[in-house]
């Protein structure tokens, strides 16, 4: 069975609770509720994890090597931030789809600029958290 991993990063555990107006009502259950649906009706499987820890979100991505077909991350701030986060995404052969809530182009200048998305397959921004069902459809569509 073809699997497929999810990465939150920092303050993603917040959602429903953390700036409504922004990032909507939804919590991180309900979001990885919505894309465990998804790719079980095409018969994937999904491993759902997040940290505001930089280097476990770091090792997740190792060890993703073999193990799934693609990986659906929203790092969060760590996006204008973590060259070591580049550099792991960059390490391994398993490809990566970034995904922001909001449009992170229409925020403050230092959310315009994503140090991920050269390293990435895709970005996906500002559709919401539809944005994470989004990215799972592509890998399930590409199979």
């Known amino acids: 069975m073809a699997k497929l991993l999810l990465l939150n990063g920092p303050n993603l555990n917040r959602l429903g609770k953390r700036e409504p107006e922004v990032y909507g009502s939804e919590t991180l259950d309900d979001i990885e509720h919505n894309v465990r649906e998804v790719v079980e009706a095409v018969q994937y499987q999904l491993d759902a994890k997040q ?17 799934y077909k693609g ?24 490809p990566v789809i970034e995904v922001h809530i909001s449009n992170v182009h229409q925020r403050e200048e230092f959310r315009h600029t994503s140090l991920l998305a050269p390293v990435c397959r895709g970005q996906i921004v500002g559709l919401g958290t539809a ?3 989004l990215a799972a459809k592509y890998f399930t569509l590409n199979d």
């Open 51 to 67: 940290s505001n820890h930089e280097g476990e979100l770091i090792d997740w991505i190792h060890e993703a090597e073999g193990v």
């Open 71 to 94: 990986i659906i991350f929203n790092p969060g701030a760590y996006t204008h931030t973590s060259i070591a986060l580049r550099d792991a995404i960059s390490s391994i052969t398993v």
């Open 131 to 133: 944005g994470y069902q």
